[in-house]
Nanobody, 128 residues
């Protein structure tokens, strides 16, 4: 069983930046494809960003492309979601997820059911 520990959420103003972190306890981040999803009140959970298990490929939802960056630092055993130019519509609970798949394509890594493990979620609130 993998536990994903998230941190970094908070209240920011539109245009600000925020970095979310996700660390798999007892496992190495390099052993998983990692994704970030978000869920706003009254909406379904949606894909935000992911990198493949090799970290060779990264994928983004159109709504965040050019503003968000997903990455990992193996030495810190942590995955990150750097969020810049935040907008009101980015307000949501953000979830980190890990998958054992070796898939290297967007169609797979953007699907919720590909992921085997989920974090508890961290709230990001963007105010005007």
């Amino acid at each position: 069983q993998v536990q994903l520990v998230e941190s970094g959420g908070g209240l920011v103003q539109a245009g600000d930046s925020l970095t979310l972190s996700c660390a798999p306890s007892g496992r190495t981040v390099s052993g998983y494809a990692m994704g970030w999803f978000r869920q706003a009140p009254g909406k379904e959970r949606e894909f935000v960003a992911a990198f493949s298990r090799s970290a060779y490929s990264t994928y983004y939802a159109d709504s965040v492309k050019g503003r968000f960056t997903i990455s990992r630092v193996i030495a810190k055993n942590t995955a990150y979601l750097q969020m810049n130019s935040l907008k009101l519509e980015d307000t949501a609970v953000y979830y980190c997820a890990a998958a054992t798949t070796y898939s290297e394509n967007y169609a797979s890594l953007s699907r919720l059911n590909v992921y085997d493990y989920w974090g508890q979620g961290t709230q990001v609130t963007v105010s005007s």
